[in-house]
């Protein structure tokens, strides 16, 4: 792993909270790590605690989740799998 690591911005809708993420780890973590309580219980995609819906932004996934075609078109995302590749906006219900 490099160690210049690139970093995003992800912004949190509708607390309106922002932290920063890096490639080198989940928006979760990155979350957690920030001090954001967001809902997550079992962290390797399989509850869906964590999901949320990409307003904007880039990301990729380190495995990729089970998401219907339908579910992925509303942009649902499972933040504990997903890795920010650009400043990406989220809303969280
Ligand atoms: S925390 Fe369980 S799916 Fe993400």
């Known amino acids: 792993m490099s160690e210049t690591e690139?970093?995003?911005?992800i912004h949190?809708?509708?607390?309106?909270l922002v932290f920063i993420a890096?490639?080198?780890?989940?928006?979760?973590?990155a979350a957690l790590n920030a001090g954001v309580a967001f809902p997550n219980r079992?962290?390797?995609?399989?509850c869906a605690m964590c999901m949320c819906?990409?307003?904007s932004g880039e990301i990729s996934y380190q495995l990729?989740?089970?998401l219907t075609e339908k579910e992925q078109a509303q942009g649902w995302v499972f933040t504990c799998?997903?890795?920010?590749q650009s400043d990406v906006v989220l809303q969280l219900d």
Do not use: N, R, W
Not at 6 to 9: L, N, Y
Not at 22 to 29: A, M, N, P, W
């Open 42 to 46: 079992c962290q390797v995609g399989a």
């Open 81 to 84: 799998q997903a890795v920010a």
């Open 53 to 55: 819906q990409k307003v």
């Open 64 to 66: 990729e989740p089970m």
């Open 12 to 16: 949190l809708l509708p607390h309106d």
């Open 6 to 9: 690139t970093k995003h911005q």
């Open 22 to 29: 890096s490639e080198q780890e989940t928006i979760l973590e």
